[in-house]
């Protein structure tokens, strides 16, 4: 998963129209967090992908879970690790 935060001082800037009623709601958001819209609006995208990556991995989780046939190997697969827990090793 990549991020769209910038590091450092430089930063390529583009243009994105959205509705006056988002740039009004950006503008309150600002003036009660005390934080930029740019900030902001970076927050909100890194939370939006961040949903999509586990809505994405609880589908996957759900599928496997449907398939009895890979959910049975998946728990072979744990117990087999399960054994390395007590190993002593850190």
Not at 28 to 38: H, R, T, V
Request: include cysteine.
């Amino acid at each position: 998963m990549t991020t769209c935060v910038q590091k450092g001082n430089t930063m390529q800037s583009v243009t994105v129209k959205i509705g006056s009623k988002c740039h009004q709601t950006l503008q309150e958001l600002a003036a009660k967090s005390g934080e930029s819209i740019q900030i902001i609006l970076e927050k909100a995208i890194e939370n939006y992908q961040r949903q999509l990556f586990l809505e994405e991995a609880n589908q996957a989780f759900a599928a496997l879970r449907n398939d009895p046939e890979a959910w049975q190997a998946e728990m072979a697969e744990r117990s087999a690790w399960d054994v390395t827990l007590g190993d002593g090793l850190e």
